[in-house]
């Protein structure tokens, strides 16, 4: 990272998808939004959906429809069971996606989890302007996917470049 920028916190929304988990025990959720704060962004809205591809959908919707919010980082729901649909839910709303995320998420995932990082489908991209991170339902993985490759890629001091530094281009023609 380089001192020579100023730091430029970002409106992050986070999003657990779960037919199971409440504010309470939702460890994914409160996971990120602690990174998240600690890093020095903002909390621009939390939620739990359950695994329904048209909920999800609805809820990012509204987030990348609303201006101030940069990004959406959503947990759960990117595996391979019937009730898994987060990535069905996210990817026909990106106008970009980024991926390389997946790529790095799940080379990452495997120094930790061997072959079962294969089970991952985390996804990325930009709609309207917001960047969306989809990541798995763990805690572990969103420890993985947040310290070791996005909080990077949100803190405009990272050099080369990084994705905060493109926010003010991402609605060029």
Same mark, same amino acid.
């Given at each position: 990272?380089?001192?020579? /920028?100023?730091?430029? *916190?970002?409106?992050?929304?986070v $999003?657990?998808?779960?037919? #199971? ?6 460890? #994914? ?5 602690q /990174? ?13 959906? *359950? ?5 999800? /959908?609805?809820?990012? #919707?509204? &987030? ?8 959406? $980082? ?12 987060? *990535? ?5 709303? $990106?106008?970009?996606?980024i ?11 495997? +120094?930790?989890?061997?072959? #079962? ?28 996917? &947040? +310290? ?20 003010? /281009?991402?609605?060029?023609?």
């Open positions: 990272m380089s001192e020579q /920028r100023e730091f430029i *916190p970002l409106n992050i929304a $999003l657990t998808v779960s037919d #199971s988990r409440t504010e309470e025990d939702d460890r #994914s959720g409160q996971s990120l939004v /990174r998240l704060t600690e890093a020095g962004h903002a909390l621009a809205g939390k939620a739990i959906v *359950p695994d329904n591809i048209y909920i999800i /959908r609805a809820t990012v #919707s509204q &987030w990348i429809a609303d201006t101030k919010i940069h990004v959406v $980082l959503a947990t759960g729901g990117t595996g391979v069971t019937g009730r898994d649909g987060t *990535p069905e839910a996210i990817l026909p709303l $990106l106008d970009k996606e991926e390389g995320f997946g790529e790095i998420f799940r080379m990452l995932s495997y +120094d930790e989890i061997r072959t #079962s990082a294969l089970q991952s489908r985390a996804v990325a991209g930009v709609a309207n302007a917001t960047y969306i991170f989809c990541l798995p339902g763990s805690p572990g993985a969103c420890a993985t996917g &947040w +310290d070791k490759v996005i909080r990077e890629q949100l803190d405009n001091r990272t050099v080369p470049c990084n994705l905060a530094m493109l926010i003010p /281009r991402l609605t060029e023609n």
